[in-house]
RNA sequence: GGGCGAAUAGCUCAGUUGGGAGAGCGCCUGCCUUACAAGCAGGAUGUCGGGGGUUCAAGUCCCUCUUCGCCCACCA
């Protein structure tokens, strides 16, 4: 065999992006055309074009990378759909925030050319965007790209807005709705964050219009008295039984308004009376209806007092208004207390202005039929969530569902597909142009000018960008999807809905399993933001540690439903971790030369390579069962502890036994060996470390072929994932190699406690317990230990006597003399017995006392009875022989 | 006002059916042993938040309390 060779020092620069364009070239992103088996699929959820991508991207990406890798090798037909979101608000804001720095506005742009330029930036970000995918090396299949306002993804849209308009659950109508005066437009009740606000409660009295006497009110905002149309107070309220009916005169203004009665009102709350303000708040909007009250809007979309109110007021913001009315009713001696209040304020999710409740006439999806469809779905298992106990979150909503606001005042996205005849008063609720259209020849259409709520998109995300409502082979193969992973705050913005949305076109929920990821979190704890400068750029991460370190690290921290509290230093992990690979499989290539390969069925198995066999065996089915159950920690501690702990630490340098021997053919057998067993276990790393193991493939020689009976890939990415073999598996090996490695750490641990340097050779006499069932295996094993422990000359012995004038270290089932007792000093090494001593008589009574106890015999699985009773003949074993240890030493 | 999560080694966190407490980093000791000092070998460190209960057996199940965090909710 040649001797490939591998740089000196490890950098992930020299080959990550020539793997990454080999894979691309591979066509191994593309699903394989072979239909007759199950597909896995994933959709990518959308990134928003606003921005690039930041370290949650960094995770949910790794995340469907590793989920779509293992099920690739694992031979399905699979598929990553990438694509972006216009993200119609977020967008929107970022382009006006442009404008505004040079100077100029939307509307002195106008429609078409701000539209244009939005979609200038949407292709800027949309090429870092898949630059960091890249990056990252996800492997999803580009050919298959898709944008929300692409024109497929448009004609979906506007089929949906029709098709749901045609059966009833899209209406129109005049109502309160949350409005972002900075913003400018609707949102729904889901864009709209609570936050607890210290702010102050006013009361305020308003005198009877007919005679003396008052009511007093309390509000929290009392500008909006602007706009009252009524007072409310609860009907058993002796307090102000007397004054139902009666009418106040509202301060500050000419307005005379009732005393009404309402059971909505809280006799504990506040003076027990509550001014009504039909157009400003849902409450009153809904007393208002009730009790037929008018409804006085008082601001402009803006936010600003509009001429609804009196005069002095126009044009003064929410802030303003609210200084300037509080001074008057105070000067006019209608504020009777000013006291401090905290409570829940609305603010816009994307801009974090004040949410005003306002009225307009806006677009709305009826949700109830859907969310009932969404819960029967859950009901019957159709759906799964990782962790459960989301499924809290996700029932909880549709349980509560309200109707859904899908109109926005904002020029970025998919124009409403409704057109009005004003003369007619006509509403034309069109899949097509109706102006291009020769039966509406010489009537004066108006398209309506709002767009689409960005989730009304991207709820039918999972079947638009397989080409529905076109009925496309990859929709008919594809759908529904097999997974999402997401984060749990998009839940109801996006995970219910699609699956609603699923069912109502599609007559399946989008997906079987909804993995929600934690929050990708600052080593403290807090939420990454711009804003506290703790975010990190999955860019930099690459740069600094590698691909593999990003999405190794992520993985491995990634204990399923917790955050993930990382900081840059974090990735060390993973790209320590790619060195050692690094560095093992340099050395494995450096002993080729001169080898010639045993194929593997002729090469006879030592138990040493039976042991490494066993642990790769359990190693594989650890991954396939925390895969099974998106563990992802579970599996990267899987792989990480084989390769490194055991592959690399004990395998590897057991190795050198042979390496370093004369034996051609034993070089020969354990070189093969070695070429097998890292073969297989790079196609084990390679969902985890895939740029890597891809780059160390490559480099194996060409001939050789796979222990496993699978067949060589041109490309990692596309070969076999490794499986379980029960003939593989070797308890009583692997019970025999633990008690080999036990009895080499005792003795380097002597070494250490004694200082012993490597160098320095001791010899040793083994003496095994009469029923030791690992006596052969170690007896077989001599010249193994002897290199791993240092040991100079090794004998096995059938009685005490080499104690003598020796340093014992103690196992179970043997006691290993070394021959160092002229290097030490006594009273340390009877120390050390006696700690020894100590540690066994702690177990040892916490054993018996269990096999003592009550019940335990009884009613303890009988396995579990054994082990105990197991252990206490070992623990006693090893203490007694500990004893006359310590005897010796003091004797002498 | 409901619901959920977290509390385990100095730090950040794992711990899958209940059956002798783990990792990474940090710390201490000794090693530049011809793959790797981004390394090797060894070591120290825990009333598993408090209290109660179930059980032969609890970090793990139940109740309760405390402290953080998140989500939902129309109390002006």
């Given at each position: 065999?040649?001797?490939?060779?591998?740089?000196?020092?490890?950098?992930?620069?020299?080959?990550?992006?020539?793997?990454?364009?080999?894979?691309?070239?591979?066509?191994?992103?593309?699903?394989?055309?072979?239909?007759?088996?199950?597909?896995?699929?994933?959709?990518?959820?959308?990134?928003?074009?606003?921005?690039?991508?930041?370290?949650?991207?960094?995770?949910?990406?790794?995340?469907?990378?590793?989920?779509?890798?293992?099920?690739?090798?694992?031979?399905?037909?699979?598929?990553?759909?990438?694509?972006?979101?216009?993200?119609?608000?977020?967008?929107?804001?970022?382009?006006?925030?442009?404008?505004?720095?040079?100077?100029?506005?939307?509307?002195?742009?106008?429609?078409?050319?701000?539209?244009?330029?939005?979609?200038?930036?949407?292709?800027?970000?949309?090429?870092?965007?898949?630059?960091?995918?890249?990056?990252?090396?996800?492997?999803?299949?580009?050919?298959?790209?898709?944008?929300?306002?692409?024109d497929g993804l448009s004609r979906a849209v506007r089929e949906v807005f029709v098709a749901l308009y045609e059966r009833n659950l899209v209406y129109r109508g005049e109502y309160l709705v949350n409005w972002c005066t900075s913003c400018g437009t609707a949102l729904s009740d889901d864009e709209v964050e609570h936050r607890e606000?210290?702010?102050?409660?006013?009361?305020?009295?308003?005198?009877?219009?007919?005679?003396?006497?008052?009511?007093?009110?309390?509000?929290?905002?009392?500008?909006?008295?602007?706009?009252?149309?009524?007072?409310?107070?609860?009907?058993?309220?002796?307090?102000?039984?007397?004054?139902?009916?009666?009418?106040?005169?509202?301060?500050?203004?000419?307005?005379?308004?009732?005393?009404?009665?309402?059971?909505?009102?809280?006799?504990?709350?506040?003076?027990?009376?509550?001014?009504?303000?039909?157009?400003?708040?849902?409450?009153?909007?809904?007393?208002?209806?009730?009790?037929?009250?008018?409804?006085?809007?008082?601001?402009?979309?803006?936010?600003?007092?509009?001429?609804?109110?009196?005069?002095?007021?126009?044009?003064?913001?929410?802030?303003?208004?609210?200084?300037?009315?509080?001074?008057?009713?105070?000067?006019?001696?209608?504020?009777?207390?000013?006291?401090?209040?905290?409570?829940?304020?609305?603010?816009?999710?994307?801009?974090?202005?004040?949410?005003?409740?306002?009225?307009?006439?806006?677009?709305?999806?009826?949700?109830?039929?859907?969310?009932?469809?969404?819960?029967?779905?859950?009901?019957?298992?159709?759906?799964?969530?990782?962790?459960?106990?989301?499924?809290?979150?996700?029932?909880?909503?549709?349980?509560?569902?309200?109707?859904?606001?899908?109109?926005?005042?904002?020029?970025?996205?998919?124009?409403?597909?409704?057109?009005?005849?004003?003369?007619?008063?006509?509403?034309?609720?069109?899949?097509?142009?109706?102006?291009?259209?020769?039966?509406?020849?010489?009537?004066?259409?108006?398209?309506?000018?709002?767009?689409?709520?960005?989730?009304?998109?991207?709820?039918?995300?999972?079947?638009?960008?397989?080409?529905?409502?076109?009925?496309?082979?990859?929709?008919?193969?594809?759908?529904?999807?097999?997974?999402?992973?997401?984060?749990?705050?998009?839940?109801?913005?996006?995970?219910?809905?699609?699956?609603?949305?699923?069912?109502?076109?599609?007559?399946?929920?989008?997906?079987?399993?909804?993995?929600?990821?934690?929050?990708?979190?600052?080593?403290?704890?807090?939420?990454?933001?711009?804003?506290?400068?703790?975010?990190?750029?999955?860019?930099?991460?690459?740069?600094?540690?590698?691909?593999?370190?990003?999405?190794?690290?992520?993985?491995?921290?990634?204990?399923?439903?917790?955050?993930?509290?990382?900081?840059?230093?974090?990735?060390?992990?993973?790209?320590?971790?790619?060195?050692?690979?690094?560095?093992?499989?340099?050395?494995?290539?450096?002993?080729?030369?001169?080898?010639?390969?045993?194929?593997?069925?002729?090469?006879?198995?030592?138990?040493?390579?039976?042991?490494?066999?066993?642990?790769?065996?359990?190693?594989?089915?650890?991954?396939?069962?925390?895969?099974?159950?998106?563990?992802?920690?579970?599996?990267?501690?899987?792989?990480?502890?084989?390769?490194?702990?055991?592959?690399?630490?004990?395998?590897?340098?057991?190795?050198?036994?042979?390496?370093?021997?004369?034996?051609?053919?034993?070089?020969?057998?354990?070189?093969?060996?070695?070429?097998?067993?890292?073969?297989?276990?790079?196609?084990?790393?390679?969902?985890?470390?895939?740029?890597?193991?891809?780059?160390?493939?490559?480099?194996?020689?060409?001939?050789?072929?796979?222990?496993?009976?699978?067949?060589?890939?041109?490309?990692?990415?596309?070969?076999?994932?490794?499986?379980?073999?029960?003939?593989?598996?070797?308890?009583?090996?692997?019970?025999?190699?633990?008690?080999?490695?036990?009895?080499?750490?005792?003795?380097?641990?002597?070494?250490?406690?004694?200082?012993?340097?490597p160098v320095r050779k001791i010899d040793a006499s083994v003496r095994f317990e009469a029923d030791f069932a690992s006596a052969q295996f170690i007896r077989s094993a001599s010249n193994l230990i002897t290199m791993l422990a240092g040991i100079g000359a090794l004998e096995f012995v059938e009685d005490e006597d080499r104690r003598?004038?020796?340093?014992?270290?103690?196992?179970?089932?043997?006691?290993?003399?070394?021959?160092?007792?002229?290097?030490?000093?006594?009273?340390?090494?009877?120390?050390?017995?006696?700690?020894?001593?100590?540690?066994?008589?702690?177990?040892?009574?916490?054993?018996?006392?269990?096999?003592?106890?009550?019940?335990?015999?009884?009613?303890?699985?009988?396995?579990?009875?054994?082990?105990?009773?197991?252990?206490?003949?070992?623990?006693?074993?090893?203490?007694?022989?500990?004893?006359?240890?310590?005897?010796?030493?003091?004797?002498?």
């Open positions: 065999m040649k001797a490939a060779e591998l740089a000196k020092t490890f950098d992930h620069h020299d080959f990550e992006d020539r793997v990454y364009e080999a894979w691309r070239a591979s066509g191994g992103f593309r699903p394989d055309e072979d239909g007759s088996r199950d597909p896995f699929v994933i959709v990518i959820p959308p990134p928003n074009v606003t921005g690039v991508l930041h370290m949650g991207h960094g995770l949910n990406n790794s995340l469907q990378d590793i989920l779509i890798r293992y099920y690739r090798m694992k031979g399905r037909p699979t598929l990553w759909v990438p694509g972006t979101d216009h993200a119609g608000i977020a967008t929107q804001n970022v382009v006006e925030r442009k404008l505004r720095e040079e100077g100029t506005t939307r509307e002195e742009l106008g429609r078409d050319e701000f539209v244009e330029r939005t979609w200038k930036m949407k292709e800027e970000h949309h090429s870092v965007i898949t630059k960091q995918l890249e990056k990252i090396g996800a492997s999803c299949d580009w050919s298959r790209e898709r944008f929300t306002l692409d606000v210290n702010g102050q409660i006013w009361r305020v009295r308003y005198p009877l219009v007919d005679g003396p006497g008052s009511i007093e009110v309390a509000t929290t905002r009392p500008e909006t008295m602007l706009g009252d149309t009524g007072v409310a107070v609860h009907p058993a309220d002796e307090r102000y039984a007397h004054l139902v009916g009666a009418r106040v005169r509202l301060p500050l203004t000419d307005r005379e308004i009732p005393i009404v009665e309402d059971s909505f009102v809280d006799r504990e709350f506040g003076t027990g009376a509550v001014k009504i303000t039909p157009a400003h708040d849902p409450n009153d909007w809904a007393m208002g209806e009730r009790h037929d009250l008018a409804r006085i809007n008082v601001l402009t979309a803006a936010g600003l007092i509009n001429e609804n109110a009196p005069e002095k007021y126009r044009g003064m913001t929410v802030k303003e208004a609210r200084k300037a009315v509080v001074a008057d009713l105070e000067s006019r001696g209608f504020l009777v207390e000013v006291k401090d209040h905290v409570h829940q304020i609305g603010h816009c999710y994307r801009c974090d202005t004040v949410i005003e409740p306002w009225q307009s006439t806006q677009w709305f999806v009826r949700m109830q039929p859907l969310a009932e469809k969404a819960l029967k779905a859950w009901e019957d298992g159709e759906i799964v969530f990782y962790p459960r106990r989301w499924e809290n979150t996700y029932t909880h909503w549709l349980r509560n569902i309200r109707d859904w606001c899908i109109s926005r005042q904002l020029w970025w996205g998919h124009r409403i597909p409704v057109w009005y005849d004003d003369e007619s008063g006509d509403v034309i609720v069109s899949r097509t142009d109706p102006t291009e259209d020769p039966a509406y020849a010489g009537r004066s259409l108006r398209q309506d000018p709002d767009v689409l709520d960005t989730w009304f998109s991207s709820w039918i995300w999972p079947f638009s960008t397989l080409g529905w409502p076109e009925q496309t082979p990859d929709l008919d193969r594809f759908y529904p999807t097999t997974a999402l992973v997401t984060g749990y705050d998009i839940i109801f913005f996006w995970v219910a809905r699609m699956v609603m949305a699923g069912i109502e076109f599609m007559g399946a929920a989008p997906f079987r399993d909804i993995y929600i990821t934690g929050l990708v979190r600052d080593i403290h704890g807090r939420k990454m933001s711009k804003s506290l400068g703790n975010g990190i750029d999955p860019l930099d991460i690459v740069d600094s540690y590698g691909a593999d370190a990003h999405k190794f690290t992520l993985a491995y921290l990634s204990a399923q439903g917790q955050d993930v509290p990382i900081e840059t230093e974090s990735f060390q992990l993973g790209s320590k971790f790619a060195n050692k690979i690094w560095n093992a499989t340099r050395y494995l290539l450096m002993n080729l030369g001169g080898r010639t390969p045993v194929p593997f069925a002729e090469v006879t198995l030592d138990n040493v390579d039976r042991w490494i066999y066993h642990r790769l065996n359990d190693t594989i089915a650890r991954m396939d069962a925390a895969m099974a159950e998106y563990r992802f920690n579970e599996a990267a501690h899987g792989v990480y502890e084989f390769f490194w702990n055991d592959f690399c630490d004990w395998y590897i340098e057991a190795s050198k036994l042979s390496l370093y021997a004369e034996d051609d053919r034993e070089k020969d057998r354990k070189m093969s060996l070695l070429l097998y067993v890292l073969e297989e276990t790079m196609r084990l790393l390679h969902p985890l470390m895939s740029f890597i193991s891809e780059e160390i493939y490559g480099q194996l020689p060409d001939t050789l072929q796979p222990a496993d009976g699978t067949r060589r890939s041109p490309v990692l990415m596309t070969a076999a994932f490794p499986r379980v073999h029960g003939e593989r598996s070797n308890e009583s090996v692997a019970a025999s190699f633990a008690s080999l490695q036990e009895l080499v750490r005792g003795v380097r641990t002597v070494r250490s406690e004694f200082a012993i340097p003598a004038g020796s340093i014992t270290a103690v196992g179970t089932g043997f006691e290993v003399y070394l021959d160092v007792r002229a290097l030490i000093d006594v009273d340390t090494e009877v120390s050390r017995i006696e700690r020894a001593i100590e540690k066994e008589e702690r177990l040892l009574l916490q054993s018996t006392r269990k096999l003592s106890s009550e019940g335990f015999v009884a009613k303890a699985k009988p396995e579990v009875v054994a082990r105990e009773r197991e252990r206490v003949r070992e623990t006693e074993n090893r203490l007694e022989r500990l004893r006359r240890v310590l005897d010796d030493l003091t004797r002498s």
